[in-house]
T-cell receptor, first 108, second 114 residues
């Protein structure tokens, strides 16, 4: 079973920030949090990952709580092309267990 | 990132037949994986493709049904044997790019079994 829990769906207005939460309350000290997205049955696309510090790249920001039990992926200015299923994964061994993810719909 | 290709991109097969899916990476990688994504579902790990030794299968997946080859560090194949309609899925390979440790996925092979 997946070790992370995410809301099944979210809507976001185009141009606004999309904040996608993830709970990973059983994460252990050497496990990273990874975020991927899958656009209409294409292969999942890597977005960002982190261990305990907040991270930012050209696609998104990742905010990890101090106790590491949850995180939030932030897409700062969502576009229609960001409509996808977003997966949060915790892993320390390269083996990924995918949950059901969050289906993000960006609305015009 | 990594450039990963899969062949075929899609296929329609008859039950009882077998299909071999190829995964090619643009550079040498240590770790390669095979996943299945059934219609409307999330991804499930089938096995780790090990170079020079037998693949390591996850619970619920067996070598007789999903034989895997890994002849070198840039290539792997997954065969779906004796297919039934329940095998209709998207099959994806992935590789680990080090030192970041992140996985990159191929575009997937869409299989429909009639």
């Amino acid at each position: 079973d997946a070790k992370t829990t995410q809301p099944p769906s979210m809507d976001c207005a185009e141009g606004r920030a999309a904040n996608l939460p993830c709970n990973h309350s059983t994460i252990s000290g050497n496990e990273y949090v990874y975020w991927y997205r899958q656009i209409h049955s294409q292969g999942p696309q890597y977005i960002i990952h982190g261990l305990k510090n907040n991270e930012t790249n050209e696609m998104a920001s990742l905010i990890i709580t101090e106790d590491r039990k949850s995180s939030t992926l932030i897409l700062p200015h969502a576009t229609l092309r960001d409509t996808a299923v977003y997966y949060c994964i915790e892993s320390g061994t390269y083996k990924y267990i995918f949950g059901t993810g969050t289906r993000l719909k960006v609305l015009a | 990132s990594a450039v990963i290709s899969q062949k075929p991109s899609r296929d329609i097969c008859q039950r009882g037949t077998s299909l071999t899916i190829q995964c090619q990476v643009d550079s040498q990688v240590t770790m390669m994986f095979w996943y299945r994504q059934q219609p409307g579902q999330s991804l499930t790990l089938i096995a780790t493709a090990n170079q020079g030794s037998e693949a390591t299968y996850e619970s619920g997946f067996v070598i007789d049904k999903f034989p895997i080859s890994r002849p070198n560090l840039t290539f792997s194949t997954l065969t779906v044997s004796n297919m039934s309609p329940e095998d209709s899925s998207i099959y994806l390979c992935s590789v680990v790019r080090e030192p970041q440790g992140t996985q990159y996925f191929g575009p997937g092979t869409r299989l429909l079994v009639l």
